[in-house]
């Protein structure tokens, strides 16, 4: 049961904050918010991008590969009071990255166009975390991780960790430094990366 409530947690994360926030984005500017991945391939941009869509891919396989018995939890990880505690941050995850998303109104992007340019978010949730959506994220691959604890789901969840950090710190972090300068620069030196206060930047980065 545990399992089906995995796999149905990430087709609504899916569904609401990629499908759902797009119909939406492109209601509202007439644009969908889909960049694309960065850079070319074998380059950080691209592996941060292709490793986002594997990790996606991934974590979306393992419960589905457990419902039919193509992956077996790890049996020592396999904990009812964990379960519910990843039932809990998956669906905290949700809510959290449709508020995050909702928070950052038009500038809602996926992915990075070098030549576009779009308005600094800095209120609400962005004024306690730069990054809400991907903590958020991160907090509902936790959650499901926890929920279906395999090999998959594990191996999703420390993708998707990777490609966020080199995402943020190879991609978005320099292009909002060469668009916003010293307003980004200033935003950063006081609210954390992905954490309130910690991963804040300082004068030399």
């Not at 969908?32 to 991008?49: H, K, N």
């Not at 990790?55 to 790890?74: H, N, R």
């Not at 080199?166 to 668009?179: A, S, Y």
Request: aromatic content about 8%.
């Amino acid at each position: 049961m545990v399992t089906i409530g995995a796999l149905v947690l990430y087709v609504v994360f899916v569904a609401l904050g990629f499908g759902w926030r797009s119909w939406r984005q492109s209601r509202r500017t007439g644009s969908t918010g889909f960049r694309g991945i960065s850079g070319r391939p074998g380059t950080p941009e691209w592996l941060a991008g292709v490793g986002f869509v594997v990790a996606m891919i991934l974590g979306l396989l393992a419960p589905a590969l457990q419902v039919v018995g193509g992956v077996s939890p790890i049996g020592a990880a396999e904990v009812p009071i964990l379960q519910a505690l990843g039932t809990v941050l998956a669906v905290t995850g949700i809510a959290g990255t449709l508020y995050a998303q909702n928070d950052m109104g038009e500038s809602w992007r996926i992915g990075v166009d070098a030549r576009e340019t779009t308005t600094l978010v800095r209120e609400g949730v962005f004024a306690l975390v730069r990054n809400p959506i991907f903590t958020a994220m991160l907090v509902f691959a936790t959650g499901i991780a926890l929920m279906v604890p395999n090999v998959v789901a594990l191996a999703a969840l420390a993708l998707l960790v990777a490609s966020i950090e080199v995402q943020v710190r190879v991609v978005e972090e320099p292009h909002l430094m060469r668009v916003h300068g010293d307003s980004y620069q200033s935003y950063g030196q006081v609210v954390g990366r992905f954490l309130p206060m910690l991963g804040r930047l300082d004068r030399t980065e």
